[in-house]
């Protein structure tokens, strides 16, 4: 999803701007993800599987995949998801060739942890208790842009960074409705009240030299936008249907929601001008306001073929409705996010993810050594104004199971070339790498 792009509206301004100016630009940027924006599940089983796992869901991370998978575990069991993400972008333009840089940006972080619970009453059910980070913030880059009209030159290094993240307690549970079909839910609470702050900052300086009217000219700006406690309510459905000993289907659904964001912004620009007449310009502002994001829906289905006890392979199909997905401000304005329009005005599609994945078990010791070998392809796409921006991916996977502990591990590329990065950088293209490296642990007791 494109970056946050507030500065843009506001940085090359060398007139002081009243704080309702302000406040409708900052209003207007793009809440940018540095992730991909169309998270389903976690795990490193199933991103070592190109990220298809509706229809097998059979570990801890089914809550986040789908819920009615959960059925399928019979121990009670931990785990825990580490993973470690490395971007590289470059960014080019054929109007501006000067703004031609790189930007590489990595992150270590806990994306899954959670601890399950089968019993029976009346009939076979499970309950988890989960935590999932799925949107990731982190990023930051660096260029240089010139800027020319009528009286006006200004050549800008600009200083972009951006860092946090969200994440959601889940509460899931499933229940067996018939042997081979089964129903799940997790209740998502998103908060930073627990452990783990729910939130980004963005921090953008520039220094500009030039000359106005023939007079000379030199601006300072320093813009700090902050994203705190967000936080709201949301659930996922999950079903999963045995259609015979071969096939299964999965099915998952989560529900939209509004999420409450409490944002700060400040500003402060020091602008010197001259001679012949010498002249100090200040502008600062500062406010407070309470913001709320609409997330969109989103929905899939999986099927599973299990070819043998060994080999199973996954087919999903999953698509985001980014076309309700809005940011209304504390005057109860709405505006698009990704593009930056009035809701009336905002052109924005739907996305639609295809994965495709596998996974080969090599038995041995009679079946209490177990090591897979996993692979997968993914369409991604990433929503933009008009049609969405494509981005492909590939993954590899492997691991060890041995009687009750499960120790697993995944490499996933995703990427996506000439990206319209939108306001980001002005009339640029991006080249998007987006390396992830994962490692679970479960322990079955």
């Known amino acids: 999803m494109r970056r946050p792009c507030l500065v843009i509206l506001i940085l090359s301004a060398l007139l002081p701007l009243p704080k309702g100016a302000l406040l409708a630009a900052t209003l207007f940027q793009q809440v940018g993800i540095a992730s991909s924006p169309n998270p389903v599940g976690s795990g490193a089983r199933a991103i070592g599987m190109g990220g298809a796992f509706i229809a097998v869901a059979d570990d801890a991370t089914a809550a986040s995949w789908n819920p009615g998978g959960l059925i399928q575990l019979e121990r009670p069991e931990l785990s825990i998801v580490g993973e470690f993400v490395y971007t590289k972008e470059q960014f080019s333009s054929d109007d501006h060739p000067e703004i031609r840089n790189r930007s590489d940006n990595h992150n270590t972080n806990i994306n899954y942890f959670s601890a399950t619970y089968p019993f029976k009453l009346y009939r076979n059910m499970v309950v988890s208790i989960n935590y999932q980070r799925l949107y990731d913030f982190d990023q930051k880059f660096d260029y240089r842009f010139n800027l020319a009209s009528p009286g006006l030159s200004l050549s800008q290094d600009k200083q972009f960074s951006q860092n946090g993240y969200l994440g959601a307690l889940g509460l899931a549970g499933a229940v067996e409705i018939t042997p081979g079909l089964s129903l799940g839910a997790t209740l998502n609470l998103w908060t ?4 783990w702050q729910n939130g980004w900052d963005a921090n953008y300086s520039e220094r500009a030299s030039g000359t106005l009217g023939g007079a000379p000219v030199e601006t300072t700006t320093n813009i700090k936008d902050k994203y705190s ?17 071969q096939l299964t289907v999965g099915a998952v659904f989560k529900t939209p929601f509004t999420g409450s964001i409490d944002h700060e912004f400040t500003l402060s620009q020091v602008q010197n001008i001259g001679p012949p007449v010498n002249s100090v310009i200040t502008n600062q502002a500062h406010f407070k306001e309470n913001v709320h994001l609409d997330m969109p829906m989103s929905y899939g289905v999986g099927l599973a073929w299990r070819v043998s006890d060994e080999f199973t392979l996954d087919l999903d199909v999953y ?10 401000d504390s005057n109860g304005n709405k505006f698009s996010p990704i593009d930056g329009r009035p809701k009336g005005e905002s052109n924005v599609k739907d996305t639609t993810q295809v994965r495709a994945g596998g996974e080969y078990l090599f038995i041995f010791q009679n079946k209490e050594l177990v090591v897979p070998v996993r692979a997968g392809v993914f369409y991604d796409p990433q929503p933009s104004e008009g049609s969405p921006e494509n981005f492909y991916g590939f993954a590899l996977g492997s691991g060890i199971g041995y009687k009750g502990l499960i120790f697993d591990v995944a490499y996933q590329l995703r990427w996506g070339n000439n990206v319209d990065t939108g306001n980001m950088i002005p009339n640029s293209k991006g080249d998007i790498y987006q390396n992830s490296f994962l490692a679970s642990v479960i322990y079955h007791f």
């Open 319 to 328: 698509r985001t409705d980014w076309s309700n997905y809005f940011l209304k």
């Open 192 to 195: 930073d009240k627990l452990f």
């Open 229 to 245: 406690d967000f936080h709201g309510v949301n659930a996922n459905f999950g079903l999963l249907w045995d259609v015979t000993k």
